[in-house]
């Protein structure tokens, strides 16, 4: 069954709403340039309020490595994905708990992840100005057939509205949506977080 990921949690109220529907795993962004991001004692505070059975991924764009264990360590993550422009040497460090994001665009060469030893692959849509939360999907067919050898999370521009065909035709590990169920930029929408989760 795929996996359901609500990444940009800022408060505790989405948090424990995103929780108590079924959502398996949340994200919380460290990159400071972000409209989604939070100081690693906001993130302690919301992740020490949720169930244990939730998984919590850190996002991370081109940070110190010492910096990312720290707050690894610090708030108790899961997992920590790196979204930036890290090197496979950077990301190995951190072997079963990273997460490695692509940015996929026209020309996607899917044979630059083989170098990358990690426990899943994130694809997300490129875009010049941010790093994600784009709201914009990509060409599904780019990544085509790396489902079949590695945990593949897909993110860039899910909604409730295109979930559904996004599995079908994708076959992810999870599925990731931050600006696809959002009033404003880390502020969810309940309701379109219940229809998200809803919709498979």
Known sequence: MTLIKICGITNK??????????ADMLGFVFYSKSP?????DQAKDIISSLPENIKTVGVFVDENPDKVKTIINECRLDYAQ????ESPDYVNQF???AIKAFRVRQGFNKDMIKDYKVYA???DT???????GTGETFDWNAIKGITDNYRIILSGGLTPKNVKEAIRKVNPFAVDTSSGVELSPG???HDKIAEFIHNF
């Open 187 to 189: 502020k969810k929408d």
């Open 36 to 40: 989604r991001y939070v100081s690693p």
């Open 82 to 85: 790196f979204h930036g422009n």
């Open 121 to 123: 692959f994130l694809f």
């Open 126 to 132: 490129f875009s010049k100005h941010a790093f994600g």
């Open 13 to 22: 109220d989405d948090a424990l709403y995103a929780a108590s529907l079924g």
């Open 95 to 97: 072997k079963d708990i």
